[in-house]
């Protein structure tokens, strides 16, 4: 990406405006021969796609300029003209970048712009750019080389955060935390071993775009409006050019297929959905119910009327968002159902969708980071809420049935001492060995190490546990692998 980069600075410093043919240029849109009259005004404004397809531009270039290599390599183009257009998409790119472009109100979108500019700049040469390939393949091709982009981008900000989280739990490895079902205090866990549970769903949701973007690596120029060129065409060499490993092989698919989308908005929305969760417990934990963590000042907003408020609206907003990008992958889908092969202008509304989904995930991942990075944890609330609510009864119910007792047995019996003690007004830990015997005389004196919140978090050891030990292990191999 950089090597690229770095040959674009190198053609904004060296292309100057190239020299424009005296000759006359064609008025009107390019497809206008077939029509008698001009296109409605009305029409023009509701089918133009140029306010969300003009950041396109950069791969409609990209994608432009290997095509003119790919003619002159047919022989459909000299090397003379194949250079000049390439010098004139060079400059308008340069334009584009500068935010000089002329747009036009009769632009219909980003593709006819540039091929537009580019005919006013170098004459009616403009006008070959497009043998051999239609809007259909171009859109499907920037689309790809858009996606391969912005797909890495996304992986790289999920493996940001997974080094947040991991730092976190690295930092908290010894703050004890109650564990919850159904939002009830359940059993003790290390917070530690609560925050990598989400750099587990963010390495999923990082492997979700990996797969997709190893789909979409396939180049679709070259399969025209629906059925292919008429040009001897070399799309290998065209892919080559794009760095695409392979090409498309139905014409037919490849113009009509937003797969790719529909599958980056499914992926999108899953990492939204785990974001959503952990703001959730987040606006939760922040509650003066709770006071597990603080929000940092800088990440939450108060209220115009009352003074001592202090809102957690990043993750409000992000369990908000969330919504929105399923919206868009309902959308697309619905959007997609009922085409008929092959192309049709409906794919015209995946973009508005696509964009904004990729944009909002991308500033939610943004936020969180950040946002966790700056999280204070209240280990001393967190500590004692861990030590209430009945939290030790499972290791009553295990102790049971490692002393040859049924565990439905021991599961009733259990449920006996969670009431007794509910009604003495005593927690679990406060009672003693008689207590205890008076429900089941399987109770011995070691019953009472059980009755520790250490202990029943250091006996959970096996892989996947929340042992310290197992818990400090998997945060070992987690910043081995996230390094650098």
């Not at 790119?93 to 980003?110: A, T, W």
């Not at 393949?137 to 997974?162: H, I, K």
């Not at 202990?455 to 191999?477: L, P, S």
Request: glycine content about 8%; hydrophobic content about 40%.
């Amino acid at each position: 990406m950089a090597k690229s980069q770095s040959a674009g600075a190198r053609a904004r410093k060296s292309v100057t405006a190239p020299q424009r043919s005296r000759r006359a240029l064609p008025k009107g849109k390019a497809w206008g021969g077939r029509f008698a009259e001009q296109t409605d005004r009305l029409v023009e404004q509701f089918t133009s796609s140029l306010a969300c397809d003009r950041r396109l531009y950069p791969y409609d270039i990209q994608g432009s300029i290997a095509h003119c290599r790919t003619l002159e390599r047919a022989g459909v183009l000299t090397a003379r003209e194949s250079a000049q257009l390439v010098r004139g998409l060079q400059f308008v790119k340069v334009e584009l970048d500068g935010g000089r472009f002329p747009f036009s109100p009769q632009d219909e979108d980003i593709h006819m712009a540039i091929e537009r500019r580019l005919t006013e700049l170098i004459g009616p040469l403009g006008g070959k750019l497009h043998t051999g390939r239609s809007r259909n393949d171009q859109v499907a091709l920037d689309l790809r080389l858009f996606l391969r982009d912005v797909l890495s981008t996304l992986m790289g900000q999920l493996q940001e955060f997974r080094r947040v989280l991991v730092g976190q739990a690295r930092a908290h490895l010894d703050v004890v935390m109650p564990g919850y079902t159904h939002l009830q205090r359940a059993q003790p866990v290390l917070l530690a071993h609560h925050f990598l549970a989400y750099v587990e769903m963010f390495d999923r949701d990082r492997g979700r775009l990996h797969d997709c973007r190893q789909r979409l690596d396939v180049m679709p120029l070259g399969s025209g409006a629906l059925a292919g060129s008429n040009y001897p065409v070399d799309r290998r060499y065209t892919a080559a050019l794009l760095e695409f490993p392979a090409v498309t092989q139905n014409s037919l698919d490849a113009v009509s297929d937003r797969d790719a989308v529909v599958e980056t908005l499914s992926a999108l929305s899953l990492i939204m959905m785990h974001l959503s969760r952990l703001s959730e417990e987040l606006i939760l934990w922040a509650s003066q119910e709770f006071r597990y963590v603080d929000l940092p000042d800088t990440f939450c907003t108060g209220s115009s009327m009352m003074p001592q408020k202090k809102n957690p609206d990043v993750p409000e907003l992000v369990r908000g968002k969330t919504g929105r990008v399923y919206g868009h992958l309902m959308g697309t889908l619905t959007l997609l159902k009922g085409l008929p092969l092959s192309y049709n202008r409906d794919l015209q509304e995946d973009k508005e969708a696509l964009f904004d989904a990729v944009d909002t995930t991308g500033q939610s991942l943004a936020l969180c980071t950040e946002l966790m990075r700056r999280l204070v944890v209240n280990k001393t609330v967190l500590a004692e809420a861990a030590e209430g609510g009945g939290m030790l009864a499972t290791e009553l119910a295990d102790y049971l049935v490692t002393k040859g007792v049924p565990f439905r047995e021991a599961h009733s019996i259990t449920g006996q001492i969670v009431r007794f003690s509910l009604e003495q007004q005593r927690p679990l830990q406060q009672l003693t060995l008689k207590d205890l015997r008076g429900f089941s005389a399987h109770f011995g004196e070691d019953v009472l190490s059980c009755l520790t919140v250490r202990g029943a978090i250091d006996r959970k050891g096996q892989i996947g546990g929340t042992a310290r030990r197992r818990v400090e292990a998997r945060i070992k191999e987690l910043e081995k692998a996230l390094k650098g």
